[in-house]
């Protein structure tokens, strides 16, 4: 089981940047998929991105052209750079990794969670 551990959030404003950080207990390069979720509350845990195997990437409609996922094997950290941030884009963001599912859609197939980190952006 890997041990999630998130960074990086915090309060920026529309159109400004942040990159948030998982550092991985174990070997990021061995789960199948690393990806980025993110919850306000009250709803749903929303998939924000995703990487197999630290190379296909796939992204929520709403990021497409913002934001990029990417890992650093040698670091055993999963990054996300989001750029052009929106207010719509404030909420809780939270690291997964799973050894056999890879999909945005479900995250409650994903085994392993960090506890989150939160970004704000005001408009």
């Known amino acids: 089981q890997a041990h999630l551990v998130e960074s990086g959030g915090g309060s920026v404003q529309a159109g400004g940047s942040l990159r948030l950080s998982c550092v991985a207990s174990l070997d990021i390069g061995r789960p199948y998929c690393m990806a980025w979720f993110r919850q306000v509350p009250g709803k749903e845990r929303e998939g924000v991105a995703r990487?197999?195997?630290?190379?296909?990437?796939r992204y929520a409609d709403s990021v497409k052209g913002r934001f990029t996922i990417s890992q650093d094997n040698d670091k055993n950290t999963l990054y996300l750079q989001m750029n052009s941030l929106k207010s719509e884009d404030s909420a809780m963001y939270y690291c997964?990794?799973?050894?056999?599912?890879?999909?945005?859609?479900?995250?409650?197939?994903?085994?392993?969670w960090g506890q989150g980190t939160q970004v704000t952006v005001s408009s």
């Open positions: 990487i197999i195997n630290g190379g296909t990437t």
């Open positions: 997964a990794a799973d050894s056999t599912f890879c999909t945005l859609e479900k995250a409650r197939l994903f085994k392993d």
